[in-house]
């Protein structure tokens, strides 16, 4: 294990994987932005055959730029900086000119950060639907070939939190030296996980340094991207390591996914009064002057109002109802009109206990239990998945079953 870890000015490798952990797309929606923002080309891809049950992770008939059909093959990638292999100490202009000799297409240099000191790596791709140690194994081996000097796995959860209020932000690392460096926890959790914290155990084992950062995911909203979830987790990343996107595009369609929810809640008393309970019980733990007793009263006062112990909350019937497939009636694609709201798709991650923030904000509201997790009977640094496990087609899991990796702990 490394004795002094420094994200900052090593190599940095940045994971994120569609489905369980991928609540709205958050996470991977990261990670594509570090891809597409930063000057990084492919360098090392996983053999698909190996690790991926065809009828749960169906290949996509897609057209190409010359309009022919092709396959297109679930798949796990490894990017680097633009360069040819084992070239990653170039400066920018170099990979950029590497780049162009090579026929690629490079980031222009205002497109690509400027605050991060280190080599950026981004490993982006499907959950692997069997052989997790092989596979992780593959990506270690990998990540040593590359001077990888630490690494940080991003996922997002569903949570009872409101789309009003700013994304909670959950940081934890089980190495030591990390966790005094950057104010990190410990994460608590104990139960089903995903392939993230298998990664991020074996990274440990292997003297590479990691942290798991998960973001909170309203789950009334749950089956179209959040780029309001995907900002929360590049500004953590930017907070952490320095690692800096331009935010504009992001912030934009963040306003505009909460105007379309709040569209959809204009137009539905159930689904409005429901927002409106999550954001008192948010606003309750939040503040300043609340006690333990005052936020324990208004978490009992929230459980009553949602079906309370072993009722409706517990069955994960609680909040308001959903169109068949997980969808709230009437609820756009991502990328329409600015009324438009992006919702989450599944997952809830191994948060327990870890360094949270509200986006940029501190939040311990999470850490306290009357954090909006609770209604469907999971804990503030539990999973948030409950009754919504399963719930979209891209949810993946242990062994191909949804399950649950915890983000508030940072899902082990």
């Known amino acids: 294990m490394s004795d002094s870890p420094d994200f900052t000015r090593g190599r940095l490798l940045v994971i994120a994987f569609e489905g369980w952990n991928d609540a709205g797309d958050a996470a991977s929606g990261a990670v594509a932005e570090l891809r597409d923002r930063f000057p990084l080309q492919p360098v090392y891809q996983v053999e698909s055959e190996d690790y991926f049950d065809y009828q749960f992770n169906r290949p996509m008939l897609q057209r190409d730029d010359s309009g022919e059909r092709v396959i297109v093959w679930p798949s796990v990638t490894l990017y680097g900086p633009f360069g040819a292999a084992g070239e990653f100490g170039a400066d920018a202009d170099t990979q950029r000119e590497a780049a162009v ?7 222009s240099a205002e497109s690509a950060p400027t605050d991060f000191q280190g080599e950026l790596f981004v490993l982006l791709g499907s959950e692997p639907s069997r052989g997790w140690k092989t596979f992780t194994n593959e990506i270690l081996d990998a990540a040593i070939d590359h001077g990888i000097t630490g690494i940080v796995m991003l996922g997002a959860m569903l ?6 209020r700013p ?4 940081a934890t ?12 926890e410990r994460s608590t959790y104990e ?10 155990d074996a990274a440990e084992r292997a003297g590479i340094p990691s942290v798991m950062v998960w973001a909170s995911v309203p789950h009334y909203v749950h089956n179209a991207p959040s780029p309001k979830a995907t900002l929360a987790l590049l500004d953590k990343l930017r907070d952490l390591f320095g690692v800096e996107v331009p ?3 992001l912030v934009n369609e963040s306003l505009a996914w909460e105007a379309g929810i709040d569209a959809l809640a204009d137009d539905d008393d159930e689904m409005s009064a ?3 309970q ?5 606003d309750t733990v939040e503040s300043p002057l609340a006690s333990g007793e005052a936020i324990a009263e208004e978490f009992e006062r929230y459980l009553r109002r949602r079906g309370g112990p072993g009722g409706a909350a517990a069955a994960g019937t609680g909040g308001p109802a959903t169109a068949p497939g997980g969808r709230m009636p009437g609820l756009p694609d991502a990328g329409s009109a600015p009324s438009s709201p992006n919702a989450p798709d599944d997952q809830s991650a191994e948060s327990e206990g870890g360094s949270r923030d509200v986006a940029a904000d501190d939040d311990s509201a999470d850490d306290r239990g009357a954090d909006d997790r609770s209604a469907d009977g999971l804990s503030g640094d539990d999973d948030a998945r409950g009754a919504e496990r399963g719930d979209t087609g891209s949810d993946d899991a242990d062994g191909g079953e949804p399950g649950t990796d915890d983000p508030s702990a940072g899902r082990d």
């Open 173 to 184: 690392s089980e190495n030591d030296e990390t966790r005094r460096r950057l104010n990190l």
């Open 159 to 164: 949570a009872d939190v409101p789309h009003t």
């Open 101 to 107: 000799v090579a026929g690629e297409e490079a980031p």
């Open 274 to 276: 429901y927002i409106e």
């Open 191 to 200: 139960g089903p996980t995903g392939i993230l914290s298998v990664l991020a």
């Open 167 to 170: 994304i909670s932000i959950f």
């Open 278 to 282: 999550l954001e008192q019980a948010r």
């Open 247 to 249: 935010r504009e595009r």
